[in-house]
């Protein structure tokens, strides 16, 4: 079993948990009714621990996973080759030719409007990607290691022509 069926069974088994404790406290009753203000103190104070409870696990979760996020660290090199990237409805400023198999550093803003800037490589595959911001830069360290023609596209619907928002480059 990968890790999708085993999140999975986690997921049914908490599920099928959750849905008895639910079942139980709906059909449970008291012998005697009790008065409003005792069931409104006691559902008050239930709700004050469940919500600790959910924001320590919701805590402890993120914590544990974090270090598994599935994206790797990447470091700009200090002799990295800077490329300005421009995008504008409904177009990219791109470079032409982006050397292979040394570090190079898109460093991308937009003129007008919020746009994704994915980039695709050879194969069809994401290979990266980064918002594209007025008035902000965000500075995108790569290395190509595949030659070939690499195509972007826009990620952000940016306009009624954002489906044929793309440019491309040359990795030599």
């Not at 069809?124 to 190509?144: C, D, E, K, R, W």
């Not at 952000?156 to 480059?169: D, L, N, R, S, W």
């Amino acid at each position: 079993m990968g890790n999708g069926g085993l999140i999975l069974g986690i997921f049914i088994v908490m599920a099928v948990a959750a849905m008895t404790v639910m079942l139980f406290l709906g059909n449970y009753r008291s012998r005697e009714p009790l008065p409003q203000q005792v069931v409104a103190s006691r559902g008050y104070a239930l709700r004050r621990y469940w919500f600790w409870l959910v924001l320590i696990v919701a805590i402890t979760v993120f914590m544990v996973t974090i270090p598994f996020f599935p994206y790797p660290s990447v470091r700009a090199s200090a002799r990295a080759e800077h490329f300005t990237v421009i995008a504008q409805q409904y177009n990219f400023s791109l470079p032409a030719v982006v050397p292979l198999n040394r570090p190079v550093i898109f460093d991308v803003t937009s003129k007008d409007v919020n746009h994704g800037f994915g980039i695709y490589g050879p194969n069809g595959a994401i290979v990266s990607q980064v918002q594209a911001m007025p008035g902000y830069i965000n500075h995108l360290p790569l290395t190509f290691t595949i030659p070939g023609h690499y195509l972007v596209r826009c990620l952000e619907y940016c306009g009624i022509a954002h489906a044929g928002m793309q440019g491309g480059f040359d990795v030599r």
